[in-house]
């Protein structure tokens, strides 16, 4: 079964600083892989999504991803960090055939201090 | 813009209270979805639907059901709530395979409270 493993439950970083959300994954084929973000009180929205080609993908707000077939992760990295990127990221994978159900990893946390 | 809504942010019920939420989309998708979110679990699904009156079970659908009448419209049905139904629910939605962008679009999610 498929699954997705986000190592880290809760991030602090200073404000200005890089940053790497850690995201790996099981899956039979090479799946369609997701991060998304949640802030406090609402719905998830995309950040970026990888489906084939580069495998360094962009996203909004600054956001890229990379994808590594050989170690099976599709880590969120930032450059600097800004105290508006406190929030919860979801990494998740789905299908490039069948049904449609996306595997949500468990999420990690970050806390952004000045 | 996709616009996915929910009936309620916030919801407080009673046990064995029967509970409808409610989740209203506008961009003609086929696909809908309903999550429960719990800390350290993540997202995991209940049901999803790709058509109307077409339903399928997730991950957890025990103490749950679901009704799609409406292309728009998908409600997840607590028949009889219990205190360990306490939860985030988020719906939301997507284009069929090979159509769309294959972004889920989510609505804001309804945080439930059963005493």
């Known amino acids: 079964a498929q699954s997705v493993t986000q190592p880290d439950i809760h991030i602090t970083v200073s404000e200005g600083a890089s940053l790497e959300l850690r995201c790996n994954y099981s899956y039979g084929a090479t799946p369609y892989l997701f991060w998304y973000v949640q802030s406090p009180g609402q719905g998830l929205q995309l950040l970026l999504k990888y489906f084939s080609g580069d495998t360094l993908v962009q996203g909004i707000k600054g956001f890229e991803a990379e994808f590594k077939r050989s170690q099976s992760s599709f880590n969120l990295r930032k450059p600097s960090v800004h105290w508006s990127d406190a929030a919860e990221y979801f990494c998740?994978?789905?299908?490039?055939?069948?049904?449609?159900?996306?595997?949500f990893g468990t999420g990690t946390r970050l806390t952004i201090i000045p | 813009d996709v616009k996915v809504t929910q009936s309620s942010r916030y919801l407080v019920k009673r046990t064995g209270e029967k509970v409808f939420l409610e989740c209203v989309q506008d961009?003609?998708?086929?696909?809908m979805f309903w999550y429960r979110q719990d800390p350290g679990l993540g997202l995991r699904l209940i049901y999803f639907s790709y058509d109307v009156k077409m339903k399928e079970k997730g991950d957890i659908p025990e103490g749950y059901s679901v009704s799609r009448e409406k292309k728009e419209r998908f409600s997840l049905i607590l028949e009889s709530a219990s205190t360990n139904q306490t939860s985030m629910y988020l719906c939301a939605t997507k284009d069929p395979p090979g159509q769309g962008d294959y972004e889920q679009y989510f609505g804001p999610g309804t945080r439930l409270t059963v005493t």
């Open positions: 961009m003609d998708h086929e696909n």
């Open positions: 998740a994978v789905g299908p490039r055939f069948g049904n449609e159900k996306l595997t």
